[in-house]
C-alpha cells in the first residue's frame, strides 16, 4: 500500500466471466488504483495470459501510475474458453473486455494481442476509447529467416496441434490469415503508439514504422534499445509513456 494519497492495489480482483459476440466465455482480472486517473486493458500474447508474470509486471507498473488496468485470457487460453484463432476472431474478446472500463480507455496489445487490438480499432472500436498502444507489433506476415519454421506451423492443421501442444494454448486447427496490421491503420480514429524492441529477433524492427506510415495523426513510434519481443522489463517505461502520451493526445484528435 502507498503512503502518498494513492490507494493502490497490485493483487488483480477476478470479476464475472465476460460472453464474446461470437458465445466465449473470457475470465477477467481488475487492478484497481484510487483515485483512478483512467482505464487500461491489457491484451496479452499467443501462449500467455490474464496473469502470466509480464502481464502483472505490466499491470502493476500501470496502477502505481493511477491506472485502473484489466487483463484476461484471451481464448483458447487459461480459464477462458473456445480455441485461440492466433489473428482471425481475437478481436472479438477486445470488444467483450473493453465495456468493463470505468474511466477514459487506452488498449495496449502485445505480439498476437496487439493484432487483435488494431482489428478492434479498425472496426469502429468503440467512441469511448482514447488511445491504441501496440507491442511487438507485426506490420505485415513476415518473420524473421530464424523462425519461418514458426510461421509454417500455422499453416496446416497438423503444425496448429503442435503450436498448440508447445504453447500450452488450445488452438483452433482452421487457420484464417486475416488482413496484414499494416493495411488497418488507416481505418482507426484513436491516437495510435508503436513499442517495439531493437532486439526483437521475432519481427523485425525495420517493420515498426510501417504500422505508422498510413495511420492518421496523431502517431508515434517508440524504437527500445535492447528490447526484445513481448512485455520484457526493458519495455516497461516505453509502454507508461506510450499510454500516458495516448491519454494527452486525445482531445486534440478529437477536435
Known sequence: MRTDGRNTSTTPVALPPVQTADGVQLRVWRWRAVPQRATVVLVHGFGAGGLHPSVASVAQALVE????????????????G?????????QLDVAAVTPLATGPLVVVGVSMGAVAALRWAAAGASPACDGVVVVSAPA???LR????????????????????RLSGARVDRRFRLAPAPASLVRQIRQPLAVVHGTRDRLL?????????????????LWLVTDMGHGLVRSGISAI??????ALAAAPAFSG
Open 65 to 80: 501510475r493511477g491506472f485502473e488496468v484489466l487483463s484476461y485470457d484471451a481464448r483458447g487460453h487459461g480459464e477462458s
Open 82 to 90: 473456445g480455441l485461440s484463432t492466433l489473428i482471425d476472431r481475437e
Open 140 to 142: 505485415r506476415w513476415r
Open 145 to 164: 529467416p530464424a523462425f519461418l519454421a514458426l510461421g509454417l506451423l500455422t499453416r496446416t492443421s497438423l503444425g496448429v496441434a503442435v503450436l498448440g
Open 204 to 220: 523485425p524492427a525495420r517493420d515498426a514504422p510501417l504500422l505508422l506510415r498510413d495511420a492518421p495523426a496523431p502517431r508515434r
Open 240 to 245: 507508461l509513456e506510450a499510454v500516458e502520451w
